[in-house]
T-cell receptor, first 112, second 114 residues
Framework: AQSVTQLGSHVSVSEGALVLLRCNYSSSVPPYLFWYVQYPNQGLQLLLKYTTGATLVKGINGFEAEFKKSETSFHLTKPSAHMSDAAEYFCAVSPNDYKLSFGAGTTVTVRA | GAGVSQSPSNKVTEKGKDVELRCDPISGHTALYWYRQSLGQGLEFLIYFQGNSAPDKSGLPSDRFSAERTGGSVSTLTIQRTQQEDSAVYLC????????????FGPGTRLLVL
């Protein structure tokens, strides 16, 4: 069985500051890893994903994440937060089947 | 191109009534998924369709829940004899299939059972 842990249900950052959202997973096999963003009253939108190859993955809106197998982590970062980054962020894993297992989500607020 | 669409966007029903939720996937996507998003349980997988294969129903919470996919395209999720704990946002997603493929999500149907 696989599980996803997102540290911190709420993160508040100042505009222009670093955004760091933590995600750890447990999986018996190397998984595929995803970060999704959800804006209010909308569905989920893919930010980035790791399948194979380079462990540093770049996504949309200036976000990136690094897969660290030894730490079973896939933390999401953005160097400089923008007001439009305020949303809920979900880390998800798909080990070797088709179902996504999601973390509980992290709500990001951006202070002006 | 058009994304995943879901209807209705909101549904209010009375306890004990049946409801049907509809999902139109992205054209050409062979895989279709239903998830449920609720305050207490987060995002949960419900059911998965891939082509003409038998669906993976392992996430359906009870036998009151069922889903079908007609013609390999549109899907309907049916909840019979709704209960208050069924109140949630029901999200549909589609993809080209395969665990590494991106799942594209619709806006969801917000269900409230009174």
């Amino acid at each position: 069985a696989q599980s996803v842990t997102q540290l911190g249900s709420h993160v508040s950052v100042s505009e222009g500051a670093l955004v760091l959202l933590r995600c750890n997973y447990s999986s018996s096999v190397p998984p595929y890893l995803f970060w999704y963003v959800q804006y209010p009253n909308q569905g989920l939108q893919l930010l980035l994903k790791y399948t194979t190859g380079a462990t540093l993955v770049k996504g949309i809106n200036g976000f990136e994440a690094e897969f660290k197998k030894s730490e079973t982590s896939f933390h999401l970062t953005k160097p400089s937060a923008h007001m439009s980054d305020a949303a809920e962020y979900f880390c998800a894993v798909s080990p070797n089947d088709y179902k996504l297992s999601f973390g509980a989500g992290t709500t990001v607020t951006v202070r002006a | 191109g058009a994304g995943v669409s879901q209807s209705p966007s909101n549904k209010v029903t009375e306890k004990g009534k049946d409801v049907e939720l509809r999902c139109d996937p992205i054209s050409g996507h062979t895989a279709l998924y239903w998830y449920r998003q609720s305050l207490g349980q987060g995002l949960e997988f419900l059911i998965y369709f891939q082509g003409n294969s038998a669906p993976d129903k392992s996430g359906l919470p009870s036998d009151r829940f069922s889903a079908e996919r007609t013609g390999g395209s549109v899907s309907t999720l049916t909840i019979q004899r709704t209960q208050q704990e069924d109140s949630a946002v029901y999200l549909c997603a589609s993809s080209y299939g395969g665990p590494q493929e991106t799942q594209y999500f619709g806006p969801g149907t917000r269900l409230l059972v009174l």
